[in-house]
């Protein structure tokens, strides 16, 4: 978890795949319910979790559907699913599946409780997913609008760095707000994608985990996407107000716990800008000297502090051993 020697890049992993192929048209049909309609008169805020598997453990494909300032739910409609496998290909048909009722809610799944419209695809059931990088792409039937997520198969020996969003990655910790109330999106600290191509290049898995709320999923997704870093798996809170404080390091702590108990894996690296950060790295058993904290004082726990990606991020390559499919 150490800095790494400054070194040409000779040999690097490929980029990831971009797996953005167009998915198949959405002719909407209209909703089953009445109801349905009304709900769908506000702006769609759904969402897919993307998550890490392994090829022989639980594989899940789960999205949320719901409109408008209060998230209310799609329930009781039809969804169709799709599934770009590796990232290539043709799309395949996965069946079309009905959002959930908070009244008779899907068993929790990897840590995701039902609190209606959300679908609970189980990809096991002869649709398993081989070591690689996959998307699921769902359409709902009624209007059209649609929700995507990931699913990174990683394979023995894969390797994995953890890194905050708002105020590590973004140029302060509260920039989304304004992009919320119609500001311009938040811009990027100089050197912060270069950094995370670098590990990207040395075949680690990125992980991005931020204390958003849920319905920014996309939105996160698509900054990311435009400031240049590497795909990866990306996690907000599943509520709709985010978490804080003590309540962001217990979120991030319980991410990496479950990245552990469903992978084995303990991060090799950690990025953060907050004391919650520190806490949430040191409780998962991230080696110190693998974490770095961005213009952060006080007590970093062994971590580095660091004020320029820039500099940071030629010392972040190593050769890879293994690239990831």
């Known amino acids: 978890c150490t800095s790494r020697k400054?070194?040409?890049?000779?040999?690097?992993?490929?980029?990831?795949?971009?797996?953005?192929?167009?998915?198949?048209?959405?002719?909407?049909?209209?909703?089953?319910?009445?109801?349905?309609?009304?709900?769908?008169?506000?702006?769609?805020?759904?969402?897919?979790?993307?998550?890490?598997?392994?090829?022989?453990?639980?594989?899940?494909?789960?999205?949320?559907?719901?409109?408008?300032?209060?998230?209310?739910?799609?329930?009781?409609?039809?969804?169709?699913?799709?599934?770009?496998?590796?990232?290539?290909?043709?799309?395949?048909?996965?069946?079309?599946?009905?959002?959930?009722?908070?009244?008779?809610?899907?068993?929790?799944?990897?840590?995701?409780?039902?609190?209606?419209?959300?679908?609970?695809l189980d990809l096991t059931a002869g649709r398993r997913l081989d070591v690689g990088r996959h998307r699921v792409h769902f359409a709902v039937a009624g209007d059209g609008t649609s929700a995507?997520?990931?699913?990174?198969?990683?394979?023995?020996?894969?390797?994995?760095?953890?890194?905050?969003?708002?105020?590590?990655?973004?140029?302060?910790?509260?920039?989304?707000?304004?992009?919320?109330?119609?500001?311009?999106?938040?811009?990027?600290?100089?050197?912060?994608?270069?950094?995370?191509?670098a590990l990207a290049d040395s075949g680690i898995h990125l992980f991005y985990v931020t204390a958003r709320p849920e319905w920014l999923v996309g939105s996160t997704r698509a900054w990311l996407r435009r400031q240049g870093f590497p795909p990866g798996i990306l996690h907000t809170t599943i509520g709709v107000t985010g978490a804080f404080g003590g309540a962001a390091a217990h979120y991030k702590t319980i991410e990496l716990g479950w990245l552990k108990a469903r992978t084995g894996i303990v991060p090799s690296f950690g990025f953060g800008n907050m004391p919650s950060d520190v806490t949430t790295y040191t409780a998962a058993g991230i080696a110190p000297s693998g974490c770095y904290y961005y213009k952060l004082g006080g007590d970093l726990r062994g971590g580095v502090h660091h004020d320029d990606y820039r500099a940071l991020a030629p010392a972040l390559f190593s050769p890879p051993a293994a690239c990831a499919p």
């Open 6 to 120: 400054t070194m040409a890049r000779a040999s690097t992993c490929p980029p990831r795949p971009a797996c953005d192929a167009p998915p198949p048209a959405a002719l909407p049909r209209g909703f089953r319910h009445t109801r349905s309609r009304l709900v769908a008169s506000g702006w769609p805020r759904h969402r897919g979790r993307d998550l890490f598997a392994r090829p022989e453990g639980p594989q899940w494909a789960i999205a949320k559907f719901a409109y408008g300032p209060q998230d209310d739910d799609l329930e009781g409609e039809d969804v169709k699913a799709y599934l770009l496998r590796g990232c290539s290909g043709a799309w395949e048909r996965l069946g079309t599946f009905r959002t959930s009722d908070d009244d008779r809610p899907h068993p929790t799944a990897e840590g995701i409780p039902d609190t209606g419209g959300r679908v609970y």
């Open 148 to 197: 995507d997520l990931f699913i990174e198969v990683l394979p023995p020996g894969a390797r994995v760095a953890v890194t905050d969003v708002d105020g590590t990655l973004t140029s302060s910790e509260v920039a989304v707000v304004g992009e919320l109330f119609g500001g311009a999106p938040p811009a990027a600290h100089p050197g912060a994608a270069e950094a995370m191509r």
